[in-house]
């Protein structure tokens, strides 16, 4: 009876262990993740709480694999503050990402917007894997390489590709392969971007015969994604990033998924593969990251950190960095494209407080949409510190005597740069389509007529618009306001209007 007891268990136990050929791995999609810290007022995101959410998954599957679709090292407004003299430039969220245990990241076009070097500090102090199917390091104008992270003086080159062994309890094995491809949409000497279709479709078919399924970890627009899937139509899923709001796109037999921006939401990919019928099955869900998801302990004090860091600086300024100031019933668009392009709500925002700052007693205000570096959207409750992410550089505003030719001038050049960071955000200036002229508080510019405008500091550098300078005979005069005027800091003007609203 006994031996046959122990037959018995000895049956039970080897068909509990015996391979049913079907393997489970569950993805956990971030991507354009700038803030470390939570967002309207404590309501949503947090990497803290995503990082609970990671956790929560692991413990539901050890096979879960973390991923960022690109954009983290900037923008952020903690990035623009020195530590020990030196500018964080990303180190905060490679500290944050590093406690994570991130498995999977690629490039977005923001990681380029840091200079080679400190680029190259954060690759060498990141822990996790990165891949780059298409930008490189330039490095003359005929030499290209692969970015590398460097580890105890031993130098890794960043793949084009990328693979990972799943193994169950089982022993049922999948492999699957990455691609990475990035947008070419920031240009820099130091990155040379290829063609990421092509080189796409070159990392597709290095992939495919060493791996049970290839997935996109891409930076792309919407549509580029699209054509992806279409070229590659074998790809059953795309976690994307570049986009903002959350989506989730079926194209063919395979689909294109966006999270929202900040950890806003995340999205959680649930594969189910079966090694001998080939089948695979995805089941995406979006998950939202509010105050109901609690913060991870570790993560929460390194995010605490640098909160502390910030708000040592911010307290320079304004005392109270946390105070609701403004409640958006829709959407504010501060998002770099639109910003560059076309007058948004956020941009006419601050153009009307920068007038606001001299009592209204100026004819017009402009500010370059370059200088709005938040590319986000303000949702619901707006904080003082909002105000810093979308201004992080701050600067002055300058109340400029100008002549009309000079100022229509102006205003033609920044029309004729939509898509830049010349284009300029407006008060009380606009282009009359139909006579094609251009009009101050309703009437058209008069070219000897003096104007009185307020203009951010900046734009008097003649950086964005070579012409615009002091010595510019046709620059009457300028007036810097002093430290304690609300002009003296471009965020004392927005942050002061939108209270009287």
């Known amino acids: 009876m006994k031996k046959y007891l122990s037959l018995l268990l000895i049956l039970f136990l080897f068909s509990c262990n015996k391979d049913d050929h079907k393997i489970k791995v569950t993805f956990l999609q971030l991507n354009d993740v700038y803030e470390i810290a939570p967002l ?25 694999f973390m991923v960022m679709a690109g954009d983290f090292l900037n923008p952020s407004l903690i990035g623009t503050i020195k530590v020990n003299g030196e500018r964080v430039r990303g180190k905060q969220m490679i500290e944050v990402m590093n406690a994570m245990d991130f498995d999977l990241v690629g490039f977005g076009n923001h990681e380029f917007d840091l200079k080679y070097k400190d680029l190259q500090k954060r690759l060498d102090e990141s822990k996790f894997q990165w891949i780059s199917t298409n930008a490189q390091h330039r490095l003359d104008s005929s030499k290209v390489v692969p970015f590398y992270t460097k580890k105890q003086e031993k130098q890794l080159n960043i ?30 000497d130091y990155v040379d971007y290829g063609d ?16 049970d399924i290839v997935i996109g970890l891409t930076h792309l627009q919407q549509n580029q994604d699209e054509m992806i899937l279409k070229m590659l139509p074998e790809i059953p899923l795309i976690m994307g990033g570049h986009e903002h709001t959350n989506r989730l796109v079926p194209v063919g037999n395979g689909k294109i998924a966006k999270a929202d921006a900040n950890a806003k939401t995340v999205y959680v990919h649930r594969l189910t593969y079966d ?15 509010t105050n109901k998801v609690k913060e991870d302990k570790t993560v929460a004090r390194i995010v605490q950190k640098w909160v502390n860091l910030l708000d040592d600086k911010i307290k320079t300024f304004i005392k109270n960095p946390d105070e609701i100031i403004y409640i958006a019933k829709e959407p504010l668009d501060g998002r770099d494209t639109p910003i560059r392009s076309i007058q ?24 370059n949409g370059g200088s709005i570096r938040i590319d986000d959207e303000l949702q619901g409750d707006i904080t003082a510190i909002d105000i810093f992410r979308v201004l992080p550089y701050g600067g002055s505003v300058l ?23 010349a284009y300029l955000q407006r008060y009380n200036a606009n282009f009359d389509k139909d006579k094609k002229q251009w009009l101050i508080n309703g009437k058209p510019i008069q070219k000897n007529k003096i104007y009185t405008v307020a203009f951010s500091d900046y734009l008097l550098k003649g950086y964005d618009i070579p012409f615009l300078k002091p010595d510019n005979k046709s620059v009457i005069s300028v007036y810097h306001p002093k430290e304690n005027e609300m002009s ?14």
């Open 488 to 501: 003296s800091d471009i965020r004392k003007s927005v942050i002061n209007y939108l209270k009287t609203k």
């Open 275 to 289: 090694t001998k019928s080939k089948k695979l099955d995805i089941v995406s869900e979006l998950v939202p990251i």
């Open 344 to 367: 948004t709500n956020l941009g006419k925002i601050i153009a009307r407080s920068m007038a606001y700052g001299y009592n209204d007693k100026v004819d017009a205000a402009l500010v």
């Open 40 to 64: 309207e007022g404590g309501k949503v995101g947090g990497m803290a709480r995503a990082e609970t959410i990671h956790k929560k998954l692991l413990k539901e599957n050890p096979n879960t």
């Open 399 to 421: 109340n400029v005597k100008i002549k009309g030719d000079l100022l229509e001038k102006v205003l033609q050049y920044g029309k004729l740069k939509a898509g830049n960071g």
């Open 159 to 188: 793949p084009n590709t990328y693979i990972k062994e799943f193994k169950d309890a089982d022993g049922t094995v999948l492999k699957i392969g990455f691609i990475g491809p990035t947008i070419n949409s920031n240009p820099k």
């Open 196 to 211: 990421f279709y092509e080189d796409s479709k070159r990392a597709y078919k290095q992939l495919k015969d060493k791996v």
